[in-house]
């Protein structure tokens, strides 16, 4: 075995270690790209923001479009489907 095998093999808690910052490095990315789009599209992005839906341009600049009622409180894993309308 040589030893450039035993750099890259992790053991569990090396992998454990690397694994805690995977939550962190993806919402880097998300903000890293969210900012890229808007510097070069010029686009306009909706979204939330502390209960309205607002419109944020690449200026910076931000107009509320709606105010959002109070949402209800779902537990973690409850499955939410449509209901049919009748016709």
């Known amino acids: 075995m040589s030893s450039r095998t035993n750099r890259n093999t992790l053991t569990e808690r090396g992998m454990q270690i690397v694994e805690r910052r995977i939550p962190a ?19 306009v992005t909706v979204k939330t923001s502390n209960g309205q839906v607002v419109k944020r341009e690449s200026d910076g600049s931000v107009t509320v479009i709606k105010s ?13 489907r449509r209901v049919k309308e009748a016709a």
């Open 68 to 80: 959002l009622s109070v949402g209800k409180r779902v537990k973690p894993g409850t499955v939410l």
């Open 25 to 43: 490095l993806a919402a880097k990315a998300g903000h890293e790209a969210y900012r890229t789009t808007l510097q070069q599209t010029g686009a």
